[in-house]
Protein backbone atom coordinates (compact mmCIF):
# COMPACT_ATOMS: atom_id res chain seq x y z
CA UNK A 1 0.00 0.00 0.00
CA UNK A 2 1.34 3.30 -1.12
CA UNK A 3 2.34 5.64 1.96
CA UNK A 4 0.96 9.00 2.64
CA UNK A 5 3.86 10.75 1.12
CA UNK A 6 3.36 8.63 -1.93
CA UNK A 7 0.21 9.09 -2.64
CA UNK A 8 0.73 13.05 -2.24
CA UNK A 9 3.38 13.24 -4.54
CA UNK A 10 0.81 11.18 -7.02
CA UNK A 11 -1.82 13.81 -6.75
CA UNK A 12 0.92 16.65 -7.00
CA UNK A 13 2.26 15.23 -10.45
CA UNK A 14 -1.31 14.32 -11.45
CA UNK A 15 -2.70 17.75 -10.70
CA UNK A 16 -4.26 20.16 -13.73
CA UNK A 17 -4.96 23.85 -13.09
CA UNK A 18 -7.91 23.96 -15.41
CA UNK A 19 -11.32 26.51 -15.09
CA UNK A 20 -12.72 23.68 -12.79
CA UNK A 21 -10.08 23.15 -9.88
CA UNK A 22 -9.01 27.04 -10.28
CA UNK A 23 -12.29 27.81 -9.55
CA UNK A 24 -12.55 25.45 -6.43
CA UNK A 25 -9.25 25.81 -5.03
CA UNK A 26 -9.93 30.08 -5.66
CA UNK A 27 -13.39 29.62 -3.50
CA UNK A 28 -11.73 27.61 -0.94
CA UNK A 29 -8.91 30.33 -0.40
CA UNK A 30 -11.64 32.90 -0.66
CA UNK A 31 -13.16 31.03 2.36
CA UNK A 32 -10.37 30.36 4.73
CA UNK A 33 -9.15 33.59 4.22
CA UNK A 34 -12.36 35.23 5.51
CA UNK A 35 -12.02 33.06 7.95
CA UNK A 36 -8.23 34.16 9.33
CA UNK A 37 -9.43 37.04 8.79
CA UNK A 38 -11.57 36.95 11.22
CA UNK A 39 -9.98 35.08 14.20
CA UNK A 40 -6.27 35.80 13.68
CA UNK A 41 -4.82 38.69 15.47
CA UNK A 42 -3.90 41.25 13.62
CA UNK A 43 -0.22 40.50 14.69
CA UNK A 44 1.24 37.24 15.72
CA UNK A 45 4.65 35.60 16.19
CA UNK A 46 5.69 32.48 14.43
CA UNK A 47 2.87 30.32 12.68
CA UNK A 48 2.67 27.15 11.80
CA UNK A 49 0.50 25.71 8.78
CA UNK A 50 0.52 22.19 9.04
CA UNK A 51 0.34 21.13 4.69
CA UNK A 52 0.90 23.72 1.82
CA UNK A 53 -1.04 21.78 -0.42
CA UNK A 54 -3.24 24.55 -0.72
CA UNK A 55 0.24 27.30 -1.68
CA UNK A 56 1.33 24.50 -4.33
CA UNK A 57 -1.76 24.94 -6.45
CA UNK A 58 -3.11 28.38 -5.77
CA UNK A 59 -2.70 31.41 -3.75
CA UNK A 60 -3.28 30.07 -0.38
CA UNK A 61 -2.94 31.70 3.33
CA UNK A 62 0.52 32.17 2.75
CA UNK A 63 0.28 35.89 1.99
CA UNK A 64 -2.29 36.79 4.35
CA UNK A 65 -0.06 35.00 7.12
CA UNK A 66 2.86 36.69 6.16
CA UNK A 67 1.53 40.07 6.18
CA UNK A 68 0.58 39.24 10.13
CA UNK A 69 3.15 37.43 11.39
CA UNK A 70 6.97 37.76 12.39
CA UNK A 71 7.64 33.98 11.16
CA UNK A 72 5.56 31.54 8.67
CA UNK A 73 6.68 27.69 8.67
CA UNK A 74 5.17 25.16 6.33
CA UNK A 75 5.43 21.73 6.37
CA UNK A 76 3.74 18.61 4.08
CA UNK A 77 5.20 15.22 3.86
CA UNK A 78 5.53 15.40 0.01
CA UNK A 79 8.66 17.23 -1.06
CA UNK A 80 7.48 18.33 -4.58
CA UNK A 81 4.62 20.21 -2.30
CA UNK A 82 6.97 21.72 -0.37
CA UNK A 83 9.11 22.66 -2.98
CA UNK A 84 6.66 24.26 -5.85
CA UNK A 85 4.96 26.23 -2.41
CA UNK A 86 8.48 27.54 -1.45
CA UNK A 87 8.76 28.44 -4.61
CA UNK A 88 5.64 30.58 -5.01
CA UNK A 89 5.79 31.91 -1.31
CA UNK A 90 9.33 33.83 -0.95
CA UNK A 91 9.54 34.19 2.91
CA UNK A 92 7.83 30.55 3.98
CA UNK A 93 9.81 28.33 5.44
CA UNK A 94 8.72 25.22 3.83
CA UNK A 95 9.58 22.23 5.46
CA UNK A 96 8.96 18.49 4.73
CA UNK A 97 7.49 16.83 7.94
CA UNK A 98 4.55 14.89 9.37
CA UNK A 99 1.84 16.40 11.31
CA UNK A 100 1.97 13.83 13.27
CA UNK A 101 5.66 13.90 14.18
CA UNK A 102 7.10 17.90 14.43
CA UNK A 103 10.29 18.89 14.05
CA UNK A 104 9.93 21.76 16.42
CA UNK A 105 10.59 22.21 19.97
CA UNK A 106 7.86 21.93 22.72
CA UNK A 107 5.90 24.89 23.32
CA UNK A 108 7.91 26.91 20.19
CA UNK A 109 4.65 27.87 18.08
CA UNK A 110 2.52 30.92 18.68
CA UNK A 111 -0.01 30.13 16.46
CA UNK A 112 -1.18 26.56 14.29
CA UNK A 113 -3.23 27.24 11.08
CA UNK A 114 -4.55 23.68 9.84
CA UNK A 115 -7.09 23.77 6.98
CA UNK A 116 -8.08 20.41 5.99
CA UNK A 117 -5.10 18.20 6.95
CA UNK A 118 -6.43 16.38 9.53
CA UNK A 119 -9.42 14.85 7.62
CA UNK A 120 -7.32 12.76 5.08
CA UNK A 121 -6.23 10.37 8.34
CA UNK A 122 -7.77 6.55 7.63
CA UNK A 123 -8.72 6.38 11.56
CA UNK A 124 -9.77 9.12 14.30
CA UNK A 125 -7.22 8.16 16.37
CA UNK A 126 -4.33 9.25 14.08
CA UNK A 127 -6.80 12.90 14.53
CA UNK A 128 -6.07 12.57 18.18
CA UNK A 129 -2.36 11.97 17.87
CA UNK A 130 -2.05 14.87 15.57
CA UNK A 131 -4.16 17.43 17.54
CA UNK A 132 -1.78 16.12 20.52
CA UNK A 133 1.19 16.92 18.70
CA UNK A 134 -0.03 20.44 17.69
CA UNK A 135 -0.95 20.86 21.48
CA UNK A 136 2.90 20.08 22.52
CA UNK A 137 4.19 22.19 20.13
CA UNK A 138 2.11 25.24 20.83
CA UNK A 139 2.58 27.49 23.36
CA UNK A 140 0.98 27.96 26.52
CA UNK A 141 -1.90 30.83 25.37
CA UNK A 142 -1.18 29.78 22.00
CA UNK A 143 -4.08 30.05 19.07
CA UNK A 144 -4.89 26.94 17.01
CA UNK A 145 -7.09 27.50 14.15
CA UNK A 146 -8.59 24.23 12.60
CA UNK A 147 -11.07 22.92 10.43
CA UNK A 148 -12.41 19.83 8.88
CA UNK A 149 -14.65 18.05 6.40
CA UNK A 150 -17.81 18.54 8.02
CA UNK A 151 -19.65 14.76 8.44
CA UNK A 152 -22.87 15.96 9.18
CA UNK A 153 -22.98 17.75 5.13
CA UNK A 154 -24.89 14.58 3.78
CA UNK A 155 -22.69 15.22 0.31
CA UNK A 156 -19.80 15.02 2.25
CA UNK A 157 -20.71 12.01 4.77
CA UNK A 158 -21.66 10.27 1.30
CA UNK A 159 -18.38 11.23 -0.58
CA UNK A 160 -16.17 9.85 2.37
CA UNK A 161 -17.83 6.63 2.05
CA UNK A 162 -17.47 6.11 -1.67
CA UNK A 163 -14.20 4.08 -2.37
CA UNK A 164 -11.35 6.06 -3.66
CA UNK A 165 -10.94 4.49 -6.35
CA UNK A 166 -14.10 5.41 -7.65
CA UNK A 167 -13.29 9.13 -6.65
CA UNK A 168 -10.58 8.99 -8.24
CA UNK A 169 -11.52 7.81 -11.74
CA UNK A 170 -14.29 9.99 -11.76
CA UNK A 171 -12.10 12.92 -11.49
CA UNK A 172 -14.15 15.09 -9.14
CA UNK A 173 -12.18 14.37 -5.34
CA UNK A 174 -8.50 13.32 -7.12
CA UNK A 175 -7.10 13.73 -3.60
CA UNK A 176 -7.26 11.00 -0.49
CA UNK A 177 -9.94 11.94 1.60
CA UNK A 178 -10.49 9.97 5.53
CA UNK A 179 -11.96 9.65 8.83
CA UNK A 180 -13.36 13.00 10.10
CA UNK A 181 -15.82 14.39 12.25
CA UNK A 182 -19.25 16.34 13.02
CA UNK A 183 -18.77 19.64 14.45
CA UNK A 184 -19.24 18.73 18.43
CA UNK A 185 -17.11 15.93 17.45
CA UNK A 186 -14.66 18.44 16.34
CA UNK A 187 -15.07 20.53 19.33
CA UNK A 188 -15.05 17.14 21.80
CA UNK A 189 -11.33 16.22 19.84
CA UNK A 190 -9.82 19.36 20.34
CA UNK A 191 -10.19 19.85 24.03
CA UNK A 192 -9.52 15.57 24.86
CA UNK A 193 -6.11 17.37 23.32
CA UNK A 194 -5.82 19.90 25.81
CA UNK A 195 -7.05 22.98 24.22
CA UNK A 196 -9.84 25.60 25.14
CA UNK A 197 -12.04 26.10 22.37
CA UNK A 198 -13.41 29.67 22.53
CA UNK A 199 -14.98 30.09 18.84
CA UNK A 200 -17.18 27.74 16.03
CA UNK A 201 -17.93 27.78 12.50
CA UNK A 202 -19.18 26.20 9.65
CA UNK A 203 -17.74 27.82 6.40
CA UNK A 204 -18.03 26.86 2.68
CA UNK A 205 -21.63 26.30 2.08
CA UNK A 206 -21.71 26.38 -2.24
CA UNK A 207 -20.82 22.65 -2.86
CA UNK A 208 -17.76 21.94 -4.28
CA UNK A 209 -18.91 20.32 -7.36
CA UNK A 210 -20.87 23.38 -8.34
CA UNK A 211 -18.19 25.62 -8.25
CA UNK A 212 -16.26 23.46 -10.31
CA UNK A 213 -19.12 22.80 -13.11
CA UNK A 214 -19.80 26.35 -12.90
CA UNK A 215 -16.57 28.17 -12.55
CA UNK A 216 -17.80 30.84 -10.55
CA UNK A 217 -15.93 33.61 -9.04
CA UNK A 218 -15.00 33.35 -5.51
CA UNK A 219 -16.28 36.50 -4.19
CA UNK A 220 -19.83 35.91 -6.24
CA UNK A 221 -19.92 32.96 -4.12
CA UNK A 222 -18.95 34.44 -0.77
CA UNK A 223 -22.13 36.06 -0.56
CA UNK A 224 -23.49 32.63 -0.15
CA UNK A 225 -21.84 32.56 3.15
CA UNK A 226 -24.49 34.21 4.68
CA UNK A 227 -25.83 30.53 5.32
CA UNK A 228 -23.69 30.34 8.52
CA UNK A 229 -26.87 32.19 10.26
CA UNK A 230 -29.29 29.61 9.12
CA UNK A 231 -30.67 27.04 10.99
CA UNK A 232 -29.42 24.48 8.18
CA UNK A 233 -25.37 26.06 8.77
CA UNK A 234 -24.80 22.45 10.13
CA UNK A 235 -26.07 20.69 6.97
CA UNK A 236 -24.55 22.88 4.18
CA UNK A 237 -21.33 23.56 5.61
CA UNK A 238 -18.58 22.09 4.34
CA UNK A 239 -15.79 22.52 6.77
CA UNK A 240 -16.43 22.45 10.59
CA UNK A 241 -13.80 25.26 12.11
CA UNK A 242 -13.04 25.57 15.57
CA UNK A 243 -10.51 28.08 17.31
CA UNK A 244 -9.19 27.37 20.82
CA UNK A 245 -5.92 28.39 22.92
CA UNK A 246 -3.81 26.33 24.24
CA UNK A 247 -3.93 25.40 27.92
CA UNK A 248 -0.07 24.65 28.75
CA UNK A 249 0.55 21.25 30.17
CA UNK A 250 -1.45 18.61 27.48
CA UNK A 251 -3.36 15.90 29.78
CA UNK A 252 -3.25 12.69 28.30
CA UNK A 253 -5.78 11.86 25.63
CA UNK A 254 -9.41 10.69 27.29
CA UNK A 255 -10.68 7.45 25.71
CA UNK A 256 -13.09 7.66 23.03
CA UNK A 257 -15.34 5.22 21.70
CA UNK A 258 -14.45 2.35 18.97
CA UNK A 259 -13.32 4.28 15.83
CA UNK A 260 -16.66 3.13 13.77
CA UNK A 261 -18.50 5.23 10.84
CA UNK A 262 -21.69 6.45 11.16
CA UNK A 263 -24.14 5.05 8.73
CA UNK A 264 -27.30 6.93 9.98
CA UNK A 265 -28.25 10.37 7.85
CA UNK A 266 -30.95 11.80 10.47
CA UNK A 267 -33.64 13.86 9.18
CA UNK A 268 -33.28 13.19 5.54
CA UNK A 269 -35.99 13.98 4.04
CA UNK A 270 -36.45 17.22 6.50
CA UNK A 271 -33.08 18.27 4.61
CA UNK A 272 -34.12 17.71 1.17
CA UNK A 273 -37.14 19.24 1.50
CA UNK A 274 -35.14 22.59 3.09
CA UNK A 275 -32.85 22.42 0.30
CA UNK A 276 -35.55 22.43 -2.94
CA UNK A 277 -38.71 23.70 -2.45
CA UNK A 278 -40.04 23.60 0.90
CA UNK A 279 -38.91 24.59 4.58
CA UNK A 280 -40.69 24.29 7.27
CA UNK A 281 -40.02 25.28 10.95
CA UNK A 282 -41.86 24.64 14.07
CA UNK A 283 -43.41 26.77 16.03
CA UNK A 284 -43.28 26.82 19.97
CA UNK A 285 -45.12 29.57 22.77
CA UNK A 286 -44.64 30.48 25.88
CA UNK A 287 -47.38 32.07 28.41
CA UNK A 288 -44.94 34.71 30.20
CA UNK A 289 -47.57 34.47 32.84
CA UNK A 290 -46.29 30.66 33.79
CA UNK A 291 -42.62 31.75 32.85
CA UNK A 292 -39.91 30.84 35.51
CA UNK A 293 -38.83 33.62 37.63
CA UNK A 294 -35.62 35.20 36.46
CA UNK A 295 -32.26 33.90 38.14
CA UNK A 296 -28.65 35.19 38.36
CA UNK A 297 -25.83 34.35 35.90
CA UNK A 298 -22.74 32.87 37.44
CA UNK A 299 -20.87 35.80 36.43
CA UNK A 300 -21.61 39.98 37.02
CA UNK A 301 -23.50 41.12 33.92
CA UNK A 302 -25.60 44.06 32.81
CA UNK A 303 -28.31 43.53 30.93
CA UNK A 304 -30.62 45.89 28.02
CA UNK A 305 -31.37 46.04 24.50
CA UNK A 306 -28.86 47.54 21.99
CA UNK A 307 -29.07 50.22 19.50
CA UNK A 308 -27.72 50.31 16.08
CA UNK A 309 -24.11 51.90 17.51
CA UNK A 310 -23.98 48.32 18.91
CA UNK A 311 -24.13 46.48 16.00
CA UNK A 312 -20.27 46.49 15.12
CA UNK A 313 -19.68 45.44 19.09
CA UNK A 314 -22.29 42.02 18.17
CA UNK A 315 -19.98 41.28 15.44
CA UNK A 316 -16.90 41.54 17.77
CA UNK A 317 -18.68 39.44 20.00
CA UNK A 318 -20.29 36.92 16.89
CA UNK A 319 -19.56 35.76 13.55
CA UNK A 320 -21.75 37.73 11.36
CA UNK A 321 -22.23 40.98 9.47
CA UNK A 322 -22.95 44.44 11.46
CA UNK A 323 -24.99 45.19 8.36
CA UNK A 324 -27.32 42.40 9.02
CA UNK A 325 -27.80 43.62 12.63
CA UNK A 326 -28.22 47.03 11.79
CA UNK A 327 -30.90 46.02 8.88
CA UNK A 328 -32.83 43.79 11.77
CA UNK A 329 -32.70 47.23 13.78
CA UNK A 330 -34.33 48.84 10.87
CA UNK A 331 -37.14 46.22 10.57
CA UNK A 332 -37.75 47.21 14.22
CA UNK A 333 -36.29 43.98 16.23
CA UNK A 334 -34.82 44.66 19.10
CA UNK A 335 -31.62 42.69 20.61
CA UNK A 336 -31.58 42.39 24.22
CA UNK A 337 -27.84 41.43 25.55
CA UNK A 338 -26.20 40.27 28.33
CA UNK A 339 -22.67 41.81 28.94
CA UNK A 340 -19.77 40.71 30.96
CA UNK A 341 -18.13 43.47 33.34
CA UNK A 342 -15.77 44.13 30.95
CA UNK A 343 -17.87 45.06 28.47
CA UNK A 344 -17.96 42.23 25.99
CA UNK A 345 -21.34 40.91 24.94
CA UNK A 346 -21.99 37.46 26.35
CA UNK A 347 -25.52 36.33 25.53
CA UNK A 348 -28.25 38.24 23.02
CA UNK A 349 -31.81 37.24 21.94
CA UNK A 350 -33.62 38.97 19.29
CA UNK A 351 -37.15 39.98 19.78
CA UNK A 352 -39.31 41.04 16.83
CA UNK A 353 -43.16 42.24 17.27
CA UNK A 354 -46.16 43.17 14.68
CA UNK A 355 -45.34 40.95 11.56
CA UNK A 356 -41.60 39.60 12.66
CA UNK A 357 -39.34 38.47 9.56
CA UNK A 358 -37.99 34.77 9.39
CA UNK A 359 -35.20 34.55 7.56
CA UNK A 360 -34.54 31.61 7.09
CA UNK A 361 -37.92 31.05 5.32
CA UNK A 362 -37.76 34.24 3.33
CA UNK A 363 -41.50 35.25 4.83
CA UNK A 364 -43.04 36.93 7.63
CA UNK A 365 -44.76 35.24 10.21
CA UNK A 366 -48.05 37.86 11.58
CA UNK A 367 -48.28 38.56 15.48
CA UNK A 368 -51.25 39.01 17.31
CA UNK A 369 -51.31 41.84 20.05
CA UNK A 370 -49.50 40.84 23.23
CA UNK A 371 -47.30 38.06 21.41
CA UNK A 372 -43.64 38.62 20.58
CA UNK A 373 -41.41 36.59 18.52
CA UNK A 374 -37.88 35.37 20.14
CA UNK A 375 -35.17 34.22 17.52
CA UNK A 376 -32.23 34.13 16.95
CA UNK A 377 -30.26 33.07 20.18
CA UNK A 378 -27.07 33.03 21.16
CA UNK A 379 -24.39 32.79 23.73
CA UNK A 380 -20.44 33.59 23.46
CA UNK A 381 -18.79 30.15 23.98
CA UNK A 382 -16.78 31.72 26.52
CA UNK A 383 -19.04 32.26 29.02
CA UNK A 384 -21.22 29.07 28.20
CA UNK A 385 -21.99 26.45 31.37
CA UNK A 386 -22.89 29.85 33.35
CA UNK A 387 -25.81 30.10 33.57
CA UNK A 388 -25.78 33.31 31.63
CA UNK A 389 -28.02 32.02 28.76
CA UNK A 390 -31.08 30.92 31.03
CA UNK A 391 -30.03 34.12 33.20
CA UNK A 392 -30.69 36.31 30.00
CA UNK A 393 -33.93 34.54 28.58
CA UNK A 394 -35.71 34.94 32.12
CA UNK A 395 -34.66 38.41 32.56
CA UNK A 396 -36.03 39.12 28.89
CA UNK A 397 -39.49 37.75 29.79
CA UNK A 398 -39.80 39.53 32.88
CA UNK A 399 -39.00 42.86 30.46
CA UNK A 400 -41.26 41.81 27.64
CA UNK A 401 -44.51 41.03 30.42
CA UNK A 402 -43.89 44.62 31.81
CA UNK A 403 -44.10 45.95 27.94
CA UNK A 404 -47.24 44.06 27.57
CA UNK A 405 -46.64 40.93 26.16
CA UNK A 406 -48.65 37.87 27.35
CA UNK A 407 -46.65 35.34 24.81
CA UNK A 408 -43.35 34.79 23.10
CA UNK A 409 -42.95 32.57 20.17
CA UNK A 410 -40.08 31.06 19.29
CA UNK A 411 -39.37 29.16 15.58
CA UNK A 412 -37.15 25.58 15.49
CA UNK A 413 -36.67 23.42 12.86
CA UNK A 414 -37.81 20.39 13.22
CA UNK A 415 -34.71 18.29 13.28
CA UNK A 416 -33.21 19.89 15.67
CA UNK A 417 -33.85 18.02 18.84
CA UNK A 418 -31.80 19.88 21.01
CA UNK A 419 -33.30 23.50 20.13
CA UNK A 420 -36.50 22.16 20.95
CA UNK A 421 -35.11 20.79 24.41
CA UNK A 422 -33.22 23.60 25.75
CA UNK A 423 -36.77 25.64 24.51
CA UNK A 424 -38.78 22.62 26.80
CA UNK A 425 -36.34 23.34 29.49
CA UNK A 426 -37.72 27.58 29.52
CA UNK A 427 -40.88 26.27 28.86
CA UNK A 428 -42.50 26.45 25.53
CA UNK A 429 -44.43 24.62 24.48
CA UNK A 430 -46.26 23.05 20.87
CA UNK A 431 -47.92 25.80 19.53
CA UNK A 432 -48.47 24.87 15.29
CA UNK A 433 -45.87 25.03 11.99
CA UNK A 434 -45.40 27.67 9.61
CA UNK A 435 -44.24 26.82 5.85
CA UNK A 436 -42.76 28.36 3.14
CA UNK A 437 -43.30 27.12 -0.47
CA UNK A 438 -41.14 28.23 -3.22
CA UNK A 439 -41.79 26.30 -6.84
CA UNK A 440 -40.48 28.80 -9.47
CA UNK A 441 -42.26 32.29 -9.08
CA UNK A 442 -44.33 31.09 -6.85
CA UNK A 443 -43.95 31.87 -3.27
CA UNK A 444 -46.92 30.99 -0.77
CA UNK A 445 -46.77 31.00 3.29
CA UNK A 446 -48.99 28.82 5.23
CA UNK A 447 -48.97 28.84 8.86
CA UNK A 448 -50.77 26.41 11.36
CA UNK A 449 -51.20 27.47 14.83
CA UNK A 450 -52.73 25.01 17.52
CA UNK A 451 -52.17 27.76 20.34
Not at 344 to 361: E, K, M, P, T
Request: glycine share 8%.
Amino acid sequence: MPTGTEVWEEVASSWEQERGTIAVRAYSDAVNRALLERWLPARVGTVLKTDLFDEATADGLVGLLLDRADRVVGIDVAPSIVQAAGARNPGLEALVADVKELPFEDASIDVVVSNSTLDHFASHAEIDRALLELARVLRPGGLLIVTLDNDANPVIWLRNRIPRSVLHRSGLVPYPVGRTLRPGGLRDAVERAGFAVDRTALIAHVPRLAVRLLGLRSQRLLGAERAALAPTRALTGQFAAVRARGRGAVPAARPRPEDAPRTRVPALAERALAATFVRRLALLSLDLRSARPPREAGIEVAYGFLDPGDAEALHAAREGSPRAARERLGRGARCFAARAADGRIASVRWIARGDAHIDFLGCTLPLAAGEAYNFDTWTDPAFRGLGVASATGARLNEVLAGDGVRTVIRAVWPANEQGIRNAAREGFVPAGTILALRLGPLRRRVVRRTR
